[in-house]
């Protein structure tokens, strides 16, 4: 059933990240660079979101491409925001974590030859 609508649940996705990086968040002296590990995270489930939800083709290249802009994107957002700052370091981790959800999705949704499944018990 969730694969006949890939792309809403994939667009919800993208406007949750969006609207979670744009509203206030308490000071909470959480760990030194947590924050990088969740814009990582966050956009690489994007990146891999988005390469499940294109048809077979230039799938890694577009994912990578809808998960940067989407973190430059976020960046640019928040730096007119009084409770917010735009950093570059948090928009590399955002690229990082997309080309690795790009990678993840790519070898989850690998294409195998027919012919190639093993039988169980050969």
Known sequence: ????????????????????????????????GLDKWVHA???????????????????FLASVAVGVAAAGLVELLQSPLPYRSGDVW????????????AGLAAVAFRRRPVGS???PGS
């Open 117 to 119: 499944r093993r039988e």
């Open 90 to 101: 948090d928009f590399a981790a955002g690229a990082v974590g997309v080309v690795l959800g």
């Open 1 to 32: 059933m969730i694969g006949r609508h890939r792309w809403a649940v994939t667009t919800i996705y993208a406007a949750a990240v969006v609207v979670a990086h744009l509203t206030p968040v308490p000071a909470t002296g959480a760990l030194p």
């Open 41 to 59: 995270a966050l956009f690489g489930v994007l990146a891999f979101m988005t390469y499940w939800s294109l048809r077979p083709g230039m799938r």
